[in-house]
């Protein structure tokens, strides 16, 4: 009976700490100026677009599209208005997040939507099939592997007809806190399992 004890208990500390264990936590400042467009919750401004600095992780960021003819050291045929930014956090990030309005007059490519990456190692997990409507919010998040080292510049391309005007962008990382729960979670499992099998074997 002991041993069902303590497996169910390993298995409540593993469940409590599986899913905390790679969440994001995304920091909103409070507003500093109004906005109409974006969230209630304007980011901070960001004052450079050639590229823009990012230098916090967990702190959102106001970044301005730009013409991609104006992105300097990277190929934009094709695609009409950029974000270009630099990760200055002193940290490898693991995750961007960026948000936008969709902005009226769609794409030049029609309605259907592509989330790529080059080099193709920044998996996304919420890119929709077509393109919102225009005035709608846009978020998508992309997940390079390895992380962005620091000191490294990251681009969005789009090929809208009209600029969207300004995305909010946050760079963050899993909670090293949050990995350490996780495997003392594992490590409660491993120990109940090897006492279970002494037993066994006595």
Not at 49 to 56: A, K, R, Y
Not at 78 to 94: I, K, Q
Not at 167 to 192: C, D, I, W
Request: hydrophobic share 40%; with cysteine.
């Amino acid at each position: 009976m002991t041993r069902y004890l303590v497996l169910a208990a390993a298995a409540v500390v593993l469940a409590m700490t599986a899913p905390a264990a790679f969440a994001t936590r995304v920091v909103f400042d409070p507003p500093s100026t109004s906005n109409d467009a974006l969230p209630p919750t304007t980011p901070p401004q960001c004052t450079h677009d050639d590229p823009c600095s990012i230098g916090l992780l967990n702190h959102t960021y106001q970044v301005n599209f730009i013409p991609c003819g104006d992105v300097q050291g990277v190929n934009t045929d094709g695609f009409s208005y950029c974000l270009w930014m630099n990760n200055v956090t002193m940290h490898a990030a693991s995750k961007f997040t960026f948000q936008f309005i969709v902005p009226e007059g769609g794409s030049h490519s029609g309605d259907g939507l592509e989330c790529g990456s080059i080099p193709e190692n920044f998996a996304t997990d919420n890119c929709p099939q077509a393109l919102p409507d225009p005035g709608s919010l846009f978020t998508v998040s992309f997940f390079p592997n390895p992380p962005l080292p620091n000191r490294t510049d990251f681009y969005l391309f789009t090929d809208f007809v009209n600029s969207p005007g300004a995305a909010n962008v946050t760079l963050s990382v899993p909670e090293p806190g949050e990995l350490g729960l996780f495997g003392l979670g594992l490590l409660m499992l491993g120990v109940g399992y090897g006492w279970q099998r002494r037993r066994q074997q006595a």
